[in-house]
Every structure is written in C-alpha cells, then in structure tokens.
C-alpha cells in the first residue's frame, strides 16, 4: 500500500473516530438532560404560586432542572400518576396523603404546598341569601369538596359537632375546585369548598358558612399538603429532589418580601384579573414542613374514621 493511500486510511479513521465521539457525546447529553427533567402535577390555585415563580423566574433552571407542568383535576389522580411514573412530583393535600400513606404507598415530602390563611381566602360558603348561615345549618345539606374523606371533610365534620349539629345528616359530594361556586350558584350543593382564585371571582355570590375551617386545630396556621415523590425517585435521583427543594426555598423567599411580586405570581398562576388580585387574602408559604399541623389533622381524621391510625410519618419526611 502506498504511502498516500496510507495517509487516506488515516484521515478516515480519524474522521470516524471523531464522528462517533460526537454522537456518543451527543446521545450522553441527551440521557443526562432527560434525568434532569420533572414532570409536575400540581393545581392552579393560589396556593401553588411558589412553583410558578420558581419556574418564571428561572429558579428551577438555575439548580439544573427542566420542569414540565401539568395540571391535576383531583388528588387521586395526582397520586395514580406519581405511581404510574407519569409525573415525578405532584402536590397532595393532606387528606389524600394520609389515605395514600395507609395504604402502604412509599411517598416522601419534597417540600411544603402552602399553609392556609386563618385571616381567608379559602373555606366553606354557601350562596348569598341562603338560610344556610353557621355549621349544623348544614344538617341535611349537601357539601363540594374536592376530594371525599378528606382534611376539608373532617373540619367540617368537627365544626358541624361543635355547633350542636349532627355531622351524619352532612352528604359530601366530590366536585372539581373550579366548578364548586357554579355548583353552589346552581343550587346542586348547599355549599362547598371555595378557594382563591374562585373566591374572589365569585365572592360577590357568595356568603361563609365556615370562612377558616383550619380554627379546630390548637396548629395553626395548618399546612394545606405537599409536593411530594415517590420514595423510589427521592432514593434514585437526590439531586433532582434537592434542587426542587432549593429552587422553592428561593421563591418562598422572594414571595415574602415583596407583595407586588406575590400578587403578580398568584395572577399568573389562576389566571385572575390584577384588579381581584389586589384583594385577595393571599395564602401563607414557608419552607418549614409543618410536622406537627400534619399529625394533627391526620389525628382529626382518625377521630371521624376516614382512617384507622396515623400513619408512621418517618419515612415520608425522611427521618
């Protein structure tokens, strides 16, 4: 073979050599950006704004993560699509994570959802002129709530109790958040849950049965839930729950200190005109995890039998 042939057989290796470092450069960066990549269930409400900010501001990209937004009608299917692995994160409220815990699903805290407002912004009314005016008014009533069996159930439960009622003569009726005032206008339920921003679209409509449900609890501010994994991604992929966690800390932080801010990221995230949005009682957000405002309510629902026992809380908060 002659030198310039040889020379030829050269460069070609070279060249495939090069080529096929690039495509395995290519195709390695390509499984490293998919293993940075959540999928999060969560609700548009006002309660949830912090995750707008984190993801508008920049907040997730900066700790590395791309995070994919999906809207969640109902707890349950949150929690049947964390399962299936079709969303990595999803906020559960505290009702769903306690039924979902006792039944043995391995779940694990990523960070704190928001805690309820005891000054409003998201309780139990009823129409405007209704004879329905305090809770055992609701003997014989049918209530919205998003989800059956829940925290929000068991408040009412306790709250028709304490009024002198008899909280078995109460039916509850699931009905997705945003259609609860509609339902409530239409006379289908005597009243229902309503929470920002519904409650301000429609508050003229509307007159309160039980404006902080969260007052039969000695924790308060109560949390509300959590964006949670499952225990098998927190365990795989630490680094991708640890940034969720920063990049959240970070909005918390800035959301409470600067109300402008607050109310432009509530108006993004429910879509609410900015007239409204000056009004609202914003939801309160806080990195603590609220232990103990969880095993109180999850003691609530033993109390009225949506569950058996509070459920061992170790491996959810990961101590």
């Not at 979902?100 to 405007?128: D, E, H, I």
């Not at 007159?207 to 959590?226: E, K, L, M, Q, W």
Request: with cysteine; hydrophobic share 40%; proline share 6%.
């Amino acid at each position: 073979m002659t030198t310039s042939k040889i020379l030829k057989w050269c460069q070609r290796g070279v060249y495939l050599s090069i080529a096929l470092f690039a495509s395995t450069a290519f195709a390695a960066g390509n499984v490293s950006d998919a293993s940075k990549t959540i999928t999060f269930g969560m609700y548009p409400t006002a309660g949830t704004a912090p995750f707008t900010l984190a993801q508008d501001a920049g907040y997730f990209k900066a700790e590395g993560l791309t995070v994919n937004f999906t809207n969640v009608v109902t707890t349950p299917d949150g929690i049947a699509n964390l399962m299936a692995g079709k969303q990595q994160i999803a906020i559960l409220n505290i009702g769903a994570l306690a039924s979902a815990l006792q039944q043995g699903l391995p779940l694990r805290v990523v960070s704190p959802a928001y805690y309820w407002n005891p000054k409003g912004g998201q309780g139990l009314f009823t129409k405007k002129g209704s004879n329905i005016t305090r809770p055992r008014d609701l003997e014989g009533k049918t209530v919205g709530v998003n989800q059956l069996k829940g925290n929000f159930d068991a408040m009412v439960i306790t709250a028709v109790r304490n009024d002198g009622g008899d909280p078995s003569k109460v039916r509850f009726r699931p009905i997705p958040l945003p259609n609860i005032p509609a339902a409530i206008a239409g006379g289908t339920i005597g009243a229902g849950l309503v929470a920002e921003p519904y409650f301000t679209q429609h508050k003229a409509e509307l007159a309160p049965v039980i404006p902080d449900p969260t007052s039969v609890f000695a924790n308060r501010p109560a949390i509300a839930g959590y964006a949670v994994t499952t225990q098998k991604y927190a365990t795989e992929h630490p680094d991708n729950v640890k940034a969720f966690q920063a990049a959240y800390a970070k909005a918390v932080k800035a959301l409470a200190s600067n109300d402008q801010l607050a109310r432009q990221t509530v108006a993004k995230t429910t879509s609410i005109n900015a007239d409204d949005v000056r009004s609202m009682i914003l939801p309160l957000w806080s990195e603590d995890t609220g232990i103990a405002s969880t095993k109180e309510q999850m003691e609530l629902l033993v109390k009225v039998g949506y569950i058996t026992k509070v459920p061992d809380l170790t491996g959810f908060f990961g101590r």
